[in-house]
């Protein structure tokens, strides 16, 4: 149990410093890491409640739950590099939120990291990916 409080302790941290670090690129960047770092925890959970949720309607009920809180969650998340000025305008702050939830979700991480020994290029990736797509210079990635 310790571990566990331990590790969403620094969940928590690093979601504190991506609000307070400046400009989207170094926000993203921190973002990305933090969530590659926890991927290899929690994505086989996921696999498995996702499996589960098939045949068995709490295991459905409860993955649900988790999917639509985290799809939330991406949308304040996601609201913070807005306010930078440096994403771009035409991106609803919606879209970003879906497209963050969509990539650096359990399914990515179990097919790179798991199926193609991703291990260090999943947060160069999910940075090199949000910066491309989300930047109005992403050159500065």
Known sequence: ???LL???NTAKAR???MLAASGATLKIRIYADAAAAMNPRTAPIFVTLSDAAQTDTD?????????????????????????????????SDQYVA?????????EPKARLVTGREWTRQFGEYLRELWGRLFLTNPAGQ
């Open 1 to 3: 149990m310790k571990s």
């Open 6 to 8: 331990t590790k969403s």
């Open 15 to 17: 979601v504190k410093h």
């Open 59 to 91: 295991c459905a009920a409860l993955f649900t739950e988790i999917m639509n809180r985290h799809a939330a969650n991406m949308l304040k998340l996601t609201a913070d590099p807005r306010s930078t000025g440096e994403l771009r305008a035409e991106l």
């Open 98 to 106: 879906d497209v963050v939830w969509a990539t650096a979700g359990f």
